[in-house]
């Protein structure tokens, strides 16, 4: 199953660069310019991993990530960075981000968090569905 | 009381110097980011080739300009840099004043567009000099930028312009339709004031400050 992967960042020629190489690699890859319309994105289309710039216009990638898990406790998230300070992996960590990667990344690592991601929130997606049927069967009393 | 140009750099020039440093390294990082996609995609383009694909001769010409626009942005982070490192060799010497405006609006620029704010800089109509340090120049423009920049909403604009007053002073002017912060009177501020014996002049309704020099 391919990996539906959105890569937000205000830098274009990247995104375009790196979607392009993630499409050649079998990867469903979208991309965002703002993280404003990254969050549009989430809300219209399901995604198992987004990649994340930590510093942006009009919103940076912690107040980004905040929103993301959020709304949607499964996504993961990457973050890829060119200004990793200690303290921002530290308070990206804790808010839920799954890892965080200084650019330039290696495309080969990257691809392997993705997979780990993706797995990641698969596992998240069934425990909740299994509660779920757990919570009807117990309330409905079949 | 009165400092010298050596206690103010070691007061504030450390922190001014790694704030620019850490946002041009945030902006050199961003052009290897660009640079090593694309040459991943020449690569990926490369093998395609030997396994049989033809080779999309165009496509792989759009790639290698994109790495040549990298290299040139690059390039000019890197001479900003280095003028901006060299800032500090003389204590007096004499300034452009539109080259210095747009060397500090440079190394601050990612900073500045993080915050959604455009600058749009009109140079005067003849180069305008004054005399003194070039890192208190750039150091007191950055600082009157955060201060304006602080209370703005993101979409804003802020003119800055150079010109000579009917008084033939010269004088930098930032003007903006919203009302902007009003604390100018930080002690790192006022000495670099001091240094190039400049005031900063504010309207009523705070949308425009003006740094006149020789007060």
Same mark, same amino acid.
């Given at each position: 199953m391919s990996?539906?992967?959105?890569?937000?960042?205000?830098e274009?020629e990247?995104?375009?660069?790196?979607?392009?190489?993630?499409?050649?690699?079998g990867?469903?890859?979208s991309?965002?310019?703002?993280?404003i319309?990254?969050?549009q994105?989430?809300e219209?289309?399901?995604?198992?991993v987004?990649?994340?710039d930590?510093?942006?216009?009009?919103?940076?990638?912690?107040?980004?990530?905040k929103?993301?898990?959020?709304?949607n406790?499964?996504l993961?998230?990457?973050?890829?960075?060119?200004?990793a300070?200690?303290?921002?992996?530290?308070?990206?960590?804790k808010?839920?981000?799954m890892?965080?990667l200084?650019?330039?990344a290696?495309?080969?690592?990257?691809t392997?968090?993705?997979k780990?991601?993706?797995?990641?929130?698969?596992?998240?997606v069934?425990k909740?569905?299994e509660?779920?049927i757990?919570?009807?069967m117990?309330?409905r009393?079949? | 009381?009165?400092?010298?140009?050596?206690?103010?750099t070691?007061?504030?020039?450390?922190?001014?110097?790694?704030?620019?440093g850490?946002?041009?390294s945030?902006?050199?990082?961003?052009c290897?980011?660009?640079m090593n996609?694309?040459a991943?995609?020449?690569?990926?383009?490369l093998?395609?080739?030997?396994k049989?694909?033809?080779?999309?001769?165009?496509?792989?010409?759009?790639?290698?300009q994109?790495i040549e626009?990298?290299i040139?942005?690059?390039?000019g982070?890197?001479?900003?840099?280095n003028?901006?490192s060299?800032?500090?060799?003389?204590?007096e010497?004499?300034?452009?004043?539109d080259e210095a405006?747009?060397l500090?609006?440079?190394?601050?620029?990612?900073i500045i567009?993080?915050?959604?704010?455009?600058? *749009?800089?009109? !140079? $005067?109509s003849?180069? &305008?000099y004054v005399n003194?340090s070039l890192f208190? =120049?750039? %150091?007191?423009i950055?600082?009157?930028?955060?201060?304006?920049?602080?209370n703005?909403a993101?979409?804003?604009?802020?003119?800055?312009?150079?010109?000579?007053?009917e008084?033939?002073?010269i004088?930098?002017?930032?003007?903006?339709e919203?009302p902007?912060?009003?604390n100018?009177?930080?002690?790192?501020?006022?000495?670099?004031? *001091?240094?190039f !014996? $400049?005031?900063?002049? &504010?309207d009523?309704?705070?949308?425009?400050a003006? =740094?006149? %020099?020789?007060?």
């Amino acid at each position: 199953m391919s990996e539906k992967v959105l890569i937000i960042d205000d830098e274009q020629e990247f995104t375009e660069a790196l979607a392009e190489r993630m499409t050649n690699r079998g990867m469903d890859v979208s991309t965002s310019s703002s993280a404003i319309e990254g969050l549009q994105s989430v809300e219209e289309k399901v995604f198992d991993v987004v990649v994340l710039d930590l510093q942006m216009p009009e919103m940076d990638g912690i107040e980004t990530l905040k929103i993301l898990k959020k709304k949607n406790p499964e996504l993961q998230v990457i973050l890829l960075t060119g200004h990793a300070t200690v303290e921002k992996g530290i308070e990206a960590m804790k808010l839920g981000a799954m890892d965080l990667l200084e650019k330039p990344a290696d495309l080969t690592t990257l691809t392997e968090k993705i997979k780990k991601a993706q797995a990641k929130r698969i596992i998240l997606v069934e425990k909740k569905a299994e509660k779920r049927i757990k919570e009807i069967m117990e309330t409905r009393g079949w | 009381m009165k400092y010298t140009a050596q206690e103010i750099t070691d007061q504030c020039g450390p922190a001014y110097f790694g704030r620019m440093g850490a946002a041009i390294s945030h902006d050199i990082k961003n052009c290897l980011a660009i640079m090593n996609e694309n040459a991943g995609l020449m690569s990926d383009h490369l093998m395609m080739a030997q396994k049989g694909v033809p080779l999309d001769t165009e496509r792989f010409s759009g790639i290698v300009q994109r790495i040549e626009k990298q290299i040139g942005r690059a390039d000019g982070i890197v001479k900003s840099l280095n003028t901006f490192s060299h800032s500090m060799d003389k204590p007096e010497q004499q300034i452009d004043l539109d080259e210095a405006l747009e060397l500090a609006l440079g190394l601050g620029a990612k900073i500045i567009a993080n915050k959604g704010i455009k600058v *749009d800089h009109t !140079q $005067a109509s003849g180069k &305008l000099y004054v005399n003194g340090s070039l890192f208190f =120049l750039l %150091f007191l423009i950055w600082a009157i930028l955060e201060n304006v920049t602080e209370n703005l909403a993101s979409g804003a604009v802020l003119n800055i312009s150079s010109k000579e007053d009917e008084n033939n002073q010269i004088c930098l002017s930032f003007q903006c339709e919203q009302p902007f912060a009003s604390n100018f009177d930080q002690q790192a501020n006022s000495q670099a004031l *001091d240094l190039f !014996q $400049a005031k900063i002049v &504010l309207d009523d309704q705070y949308t425009k400050a003006e =740094l006149v %020099f020789g007060k």
